[in-house]
């Protein structure tokens, strides 16, 4: 079996596990002593508590306006979210530090299923979550109406991992604040989120030295007036892989995914851009330009839709298709964004294998599934072209949960479960669901024969495991009980 990008996007994200036995949880609410995650801040700064490595913190949803929402985080490897709903931290004039809402001084700091917004400071560049660390990942989070959603503090290493967010007109409108931004990390990963709308910045700008933008939907829409899509203008080992592209007819700027503009300072000069639907509605464009000093520029099986050049720079191409208008194309709905195929387009089976780059399979793992979510993508003959291959009848499906030979137990469980996969078969990563269907968690167990998930976090009750495959999807059903 090939070695699969599915796979090899966890690779880079390091946790402190050490303090983890000893570790805290914290919860922010107005039912607690701690209302509002400013005054957890402050105690923590007064000494009055001590947030160590390891530790968790729990805010209860709500609005916290102004002040109250402010903080910095300062130990590493901190898991801070959301719980019984999203929190809303809205900024409304105010800021800490003189950078954000939130400033990330911890190393690898995790963020879930929080909501940024009006960030904004004198230097123009107030950001939702300002990262002073080393490393963050933040997922299931929306940020809007901030100067920056996300902002880097250079030059500081580490990796990022943003996925199942959403980040939407975010810009003061100068050029040089953006939807999101990052600075010279050693790895930044996108995948499964919702970019759109930035203000005059660019939806996406990263100076990483390893770039994954994976299975994403970046897009002005039609009323959005953003520069690039995408830029990358440092160069870096960049895959570009499953996404959903739209540039509108009042970008600032007429490329869509824009490499190297700056001059190629990071160690690598190589742009894999594979499978990919990229919509253009401005009246020039240029769909993909690799500037000069790109040593690779790889782009194939995409489908490019709209006025412009195709690419500059290219250095392979293959299986690419060009239209002008929707006549043809095999889209089913372009004009409202719905980009999957129909059954007489011609993009079906019509692409090529990308092939592999520094070890890992550039073939779309998964597809992007709106608003920011996924599903795992299956081929059936050639590949087709673009970000979508179309449903087909598989042989194989209905066989998936005797092929897995996956284990659940105990079952019924009380703190922890095991999942045993038995099969040949790696798992890319393992959704836990409950009883109203309800996605809660995405567990990503680096392809492992055993895995053993802490469940303490959640009531009783009945539950699934949905474990992704290349091969499919197995489902297991379970109770926990106390």
Same mark, same amino acid.
């Given at each position: 079996?090939?070695?699969?990008?599915?796979?090899?996007?966890?690779?880079?994200?390091?946790?402190?596990?050490?303090?983890?036995?000893?570790?805290?949880?914290?919860?922010?609410?107005?039912?607690?002593?701690?209302?509002?995650?400013?005054?957890?801040?402050?105690?923590?700064?007064? %000494?009055?508590?001590?947030?160590?490595?390891?530790?968790?913190?729990?805010?209860?949803?709500?609005?916290?306006?102004?002040?109250?929402?402010?903080?910095?985080?300062?130990?590493?490897?901190?898991?801070?979210?959301?719980?019984?709903?999203?929190?809303?931290?809205?900024?409304?004039?105010?800021?800490?530090?003189?950078?954000?809402?939130?400033?990330?001084?911890?190393?690898?700091?995790?963020?879930?299923?929080?909501?940024?917004?009006?960030?904004?400071?004198?230097?123009?560049?107030?950001?939702?979550?300002?990262?002073?660390?080393?490393?963050?990942?933040?997922?299931?989070?929306?940020?809007?109406?901030?100067?920056?959603?996300?902002?880097?503090?250079?030059?500081?290493?580490?990796?990022?991992?943003?996925?199942?967010?959403?980040?939407?007109?975010?810009?003061?409108?100068?050029?040089?604040?953006?939807?999101?931004?990052?600075?010279?990390?050693?790895?930044?990963?996108?995948?499964?989120?919702?970019?759109?709308?930035?203000?005059?910045?660019?939806?996406?700008?990263?100076?990483?030295?390893?770039?994954?933008?994976?299975?994403?939907?970046?897009?002005?829409?039609?009323?959005?007036?953003?520069?690039?899509?995408?830029?990358?203008?440092?160069?870096?080992?960049?895959?570009?892989?499953?996404?959903?592209?739209?540039?509108?007819?009042?970008?600032?700027?007429?490329?869509?995914?824009?490499?190297?503009?700056?001059?190629?300072?990071?160690?690598?000069?190589?742009?894999?851009?594979?499978?990919?639907?990229?919509?253009?509605?401005?009246?020039?464009?240029?769909?993909?330009?690799?500037?000069?000093?790109?040593?690779?520029?790889?782009?194939?099986?995409?489908?490019?839709?709209?006025?412009?050049?195709?690419?500059?720079?290219?250095?392979?191409?293959?299986?690419?298709?060009?239209?002008?208008?929707?006549?043809?194309?095999?889209?089913?709905?372009?004009?409202?964004?719905?980009?999957?195929?129909?059954?007489?387009?011609?993009?079906?089976?019509?692409? %090529?294998?990308?092939?592999?780059?520094?070890?890992?399979?550039?073939?779309?793992?998964?597809?992007?599934?709106?608003?920011?979510?996924?599903?795992?993508?299956?081929?059936?003959?050639?590949?087709?072209?673009?970000?979508?291959?179309?449903?087909?009848?598989?042989?194989?499906?209905?066989?998936?949960?005797?092929?897995?030979?996956?284990?659940?137990?105990?079952?019924?469980?009380?703190?922890?479960?095991?999942?045993?996969?038995?099969?040949?078969?790696?798992?890319?990563?393992?959704?836990?669901?409950?009883?109203?269907?309800?996605?809660?968690?995405?567990?990503?167990?680096?392809?492992?024969?055993?895995?053993?998930?802490?469940?303490?976090?959640?009531?009783?009750?009945?539950?699934?495991?949905?474990?992704?495959?290349?091969?499919?999807?197995?489902?297991?059903?379970?109770?926990?009980?106390?």
């Amino acid at each position: 079996m090939k070695f699969s990008l599915k796979l090899a996007l966890t690779f880079s994200f390091i946790f402190i596990f050490d303090s983890l036995i000893n570790a805290t949880e914290f919860f922010v609410g107005p039912t607690y002593t701690y209302t509002t995650p400013n005054q957890l801040y402050l105690a923590n700064e007064n %000494s009055s508590i001590s947030i160590l490595n390891g530790d968790t913190i729990n805010i209860v949803a709500g609005l916290y306006e102004g002040t109250p929402g402010l903080a910095v985080w300062h130990a590493d490897s901190l898991l801070i979210r959301g719980i019984n709903g999203r929190p809303h931290l809205k900024a409304n004039g105010a800021y800490i530090w003189q950078k954000a809402i939130w400033v990330a001084a911890g190393d690898y700091i995790t963020v879930e299923n929080i909501e940024f917004s009006e960030a904004s400071v004198p230097d123009h560049n107030g950001a939702g979550i300002r990262l002073d660390g080393i490393g963050l990942t933040v997922r299931y989070c929306y940020f809007h109406d901030n100067e920056d959603g996300i902002l880097t503090s250079n030059p500081y290493a580490g990796n990022i991992l943003v996925e199942h967010s959403e980040f939407n007109h975010n810009g003061y409108g100068d050029g040089y604040s953006h939807n999101i931004y990052v600075g010279h990390v050693e790895s930044f990963t996108l995948r499964f989120c919702y970019m759109h709308h930035a203000f005059i910045g660019h939806n996406v700008k990263t100076r990483a030295e390893n770039n994954y933008i994976l299975y994403n939907r970046i897009m002005d829409e039609y009323s959005g007036q953003s520069s690039f899509l995408l830029d990358i203008p440092n160069g870096g080992f960049s895959l570009v892989i499953g996404n959903l592209f739209m540039q509108g007819e009042n970008a600032e700027n007429k490329t869509l995914v824009n490499y190297g503009a700056e001059g190629i300072s990071n160690a690598s000069s190589e742009l894999y851009v594979v499978n990919n639907t990229m919509v253009n509605e401005r009246v020039t464009g240029i769909f993909v330009n690799a500037h000069s000093g790109t040593t690779v520029a790889k782009i194939r099986n995409n489908v490019m839709l709209g006025t412009g050049d195709m690419w500059i720079g290219a250095t392979d191409t293959a299986n690419n298709f060009y239209f002008v208008d929707t006549i043809g194309t095999g889209l089913t709905d372009p004009v409202n964004f719905n980009y999957h195929l129909n059954s007489n387009s011609q993009l079906i089976n019509a692409g %090529s294998d990308p092939g592999f780059a520094a070890g890992i399979d550039l073939s779309p793992a998964y597809e992007y599934v709106h608003p920011e979510d996924s599903i795992s993508r299956q081929q059936y003959n050639n590949i087709d072209v673009g970000a979508y291959e179309f449903p087909q009848s598989p042989t194989e499906v209905q066989t998936i949960e005797d092929k897995a030979r996956m284990m659940v137990y105990p079952n019924p469980a009380k703190h922890f479960v095991k999942i045993e996969n038995r099969s040949d078969m790696k798992i890319i990563y393992i959704s836990l669901i409950n009883a109203k269907g309800k996605l809660l968690q995405n567990i990503y167990p680096d392809n492992k024969s055993l895995i053993n998930i802490d469940l303490s976090a959640f009531p009783t009750g009945y539950y699934w495991f949905s474990i992704v495959y290349k091969e499919g999807v197995a489902n297991k059903k379970f109770c926990i009980t106390r």
